[in-house]
């Protein structure tokens, strides 16, 4: 099994930074893509950012340059650096891994959520 866990979220004024964390254990053969998406209240999920096992990244269109998705493969972490919140930017984020685990059998594993909150 492939476990992911989110850290970094918090209570930030409109304007500010944050860098969200998303930890990766157990056995993985390969990454093929890792994002990360967010749900707010009364909304359905929807995806911020991904990055390739290659390292290409892909943003949505509300991102607008503001955040920026990394991995550090010797740490298996998956970054999120957020910049220049705003208050719609709140939600739960989520991290999501897609990969081949023991016998190249594919998964996809997904995080408990971390909350961002952004004030006016």
């Known amino acids: 099994q492939v476990h992911l866990v989110e850290s970094g979220g918090g209570l930030v004024q409109a304007g500010g930074s944050l860098r969200l964390s998303c930890a990766v254990s157990?056995?993985?053969?390969?990454?093929?893509?890792a994002g990360w998406y967010r749900q707010a209240p009364g909304k359905q999920r929807e995806l911020v950012a991904t990055?390739?096992?290659?390292?290409?990244?892909n943003y949505a269109d509300f991102v607008e340059g503001r955040f920026s998705i990394s991995r550090d493969g010797a740490k298996n972490t998956v970054y999120l650096q957020m910049n220049s919140l705003k208050p719609e930017d709140t939600g739960v984020y989520y991290c999501?891994?897609?990969?081949?685990?023991?016998?190249?059998?594919?998964?996809?594993?997904w995080g408990q959520g971390t909350q961002v909150t952004v004030s006016s």
């Open positions: 999501n891994l897609d990969g081949r685990t023991t016998g190249w059998i594919p998964f996809r594993s």
């Open positions: 157990g056995t993985m053969l390969s990454i093929d893509a």
């Open positions: 990055i390739t096992g290659a390292g290409n990244a």
